[in-house]
């Protein structure tokens, strides 16, 4: 397990799937984390994206809970690894929004990448972040990254065209902080 100050990061657990399942069946949060098209999310859609996760498929996924209760508030993960650029591209989300803007967020991002750099030897961190979610973006600049670049009008939520600002941060970067 991976400790932060506010959160730990640990495996996915099978008496998570009910909560994530809520979780994601939120509006709010589905537009927050761009899950495309608003049908039910169900159990065994969940079941299955958490049986994808301990595949070892090259990718790294983690619950995120609270180190004050246990109580299980999100997920974060590695979603793209280049191993030969040493590169990876990284997401988080709470879906309990009775811990949403209190650092939750950003405590199990920092944790998230200093398991990037220093367990597997990453030279950057990369993310993409919707221009209308601007506590995201507020909680990825006080980790360190710096905006690369605009992918215009990318994304549809709710009929409406956003930006996706691309992010990133190097090793070097996190080291001098």
Request: charged share 30%; glycine share 10%.
């Given at each position: 397990?991976?400790?932060g ?10 008496e998570?799937?009910?909560?994530a ?6 509006s ?6 761009g899950m495309?098209?608003p ?5 065994a ?11 070892g498929n090259d990718?790294?996924?983690f619950?995120?809970?609270?180190l ?8 974060c993960?590695?979603?793209?690894i280049?191993?030969?650029?040493r590169?990876?591209s990284?997401?988080v989300?709470?879906g309990?929004?009775k ?10 991002m920092?944790v998230?990448?200093r398991?990037?750099?220093?367990q597997m ?8 972040v919707?221009?209308?979610n601007e ?10 990254f ?8 990318e994304l ?9 600002i691309e992010m990133?941060?190097?090793?070097s970067?996190?080291?001098a902080?």
């Amino acid at each position: 397990m991976h400790t932060g100050k506010l959160v730990r990061l640990r495996e996915c657990r099978k008496e998570d799937i009910p909560l994530a399942q809520r979780f994601l069946n939120d509006s709010e949060t589905r537009a927050l984390i761009g899950m495309g098209i608003p049908y039910p999310y169900t159990l065994a859609d969940e079941e299955r994206r958490v049986e994808k996760y301990s595949a070892g498929n090259d990718t790294y996924n983690f619950a995120i809970e609270t180190l004050e209760r246990g109580r299980y508030i999100g997920r974060c993960g590695i979603n793209e690894i280049d191993w030969n650029a040493r590169t990876v591209s990284i997401g988080v989300w709470i879906g309990d929004k009775k811990y949403w803007g209190y650092g939750y967020g950003t405590d199990a991002m920092d944790v998230l990448i200093r398991f990037c750099f220093e367990q597997m030897n990453i030279n950057k961190v990369k993310l993409g972040v919707f221009s209308f979610n601007e506590r995201a973006r507020h909680c990825y600049e006080k980790c360190g990254f710096a905006v690369e670049g605009v992918l215009r009008r990318e994304l549809c939520v709710n009929g409406q065209y956003h930006d996706i600002i691309e992010m990133g941060m190097l090793r070097s970067e996190w080291e001098a902080r």
